[in-house]
């Protein structure tokens, strides 16, 4: 069955530092992925996603994204982080020829000044 | 151009009464999922259909709930006879048919708050 693991619950980084966001999955096949973040009391905002190609994916507020086929990972970074990239992010996984996409449970990132 | 629409945002229902929630997509957008998010969870699928067409329901309880999306207006995710447990938010998201397929994001719209009393 296909999963989508984000292991940290919680990441906690001081502001100008480099974040990452972790990201692991278990499909078969070379699925797409994707990174959505969600800020409180909102819907999720797309960032990002892997279709082909460059395995480094740059998306939205300065976000990059590191597809590793290998370690069948997808983790979310910044080189800079901001406190306003304090919220709840979400690892999702699509399946090529498919539509049934799949979430993480989420990871939440604060940001400290 | 308007991103996905739900309306209401907050509902407040008590035990035993019937929700309607519904949901408008992008303009353009023939495709709507609907995810259920339980407090500092994430996203649970729970249906995905097209117009006049239920796709895959197959993260919809078998029993209360119901999904639609006519050929005009909004999609409706009804559940009848609310429980407490059925307290969440409930989102809804839409995406255009794009090629190859699966390629596409899906566009969230901001939530109705479910809450049984």
């Known amino acids: 069955a296909q999963s989508v693991a984000q292991p940290e619950d919680q990441v906690n980084v001081a502001e100008g530092n480099p974040l990452t966001v972790k990201c692991t999955y278990s499909?078969?096949?070379?699925?797409?992925l994707f990174w959505y973040v969600q800020y409180p009391n909102r819907g999720l905002q797309f960032l990002l996603k892997y279709i082909t190609g460059d395995n480094l994916v740059k998306g939205s507020y300065g976000f990059e994204a590191e597809f590793n086929k290998s370690q069948t990972s997808f983790h979310l970074k910044k080189p800079s982080a901001l406190v306003s990239d304090s919220a709840l992010y979400f690892c999702?996984?699509?399946?090529?020829?498919?539509?049934?996409?799949?979430f993480g449970a989420g990871t939440r990132l604060t940001v400290k000044p | 151009n308007a991103g996905v629409m739900q309306n209401p945002r907050h509902l407040v229902r008590r035990r035993g009464q019937e929700a309607r929630l519904r949901c408008s997509p992008m303009k353009g957008h023939s495709h709507v999922y609907w995810y259920r998010q339980l407090p500092e969870e994430g996203l649970k699928f729970m249906v995905y259909l097209q117009k006049e067409n239920i796709i895959d329901e197959s993260g919809m309880p078998k029993e209360r709930f119901s999904a639609e999306f006519p050929k005009e207006g909004p999609s409706i995710l009804r559940i009848q006879q609310v429980v407490r447990g059925d307290s969440a938010a409930y989102f809804c998201?839409?995406?255009?048919?794009?090629?190859?397929?699966?390629?596409?994001?899906?566009?969230f719209g901001p939530g109705t708050r479910l809450t049984v009393t």
């Open positions: 499909v078969s096949g070379n699925p797409y």
């Open positions: 999702a996984v699509r399946p090529r020829g498919n539509n049934d996409m799949r």
């Open positions: 998201a839409s995406s255009p048919i794009k090629f190859p397929q699966g390629s596409y994001e899906q566009y």
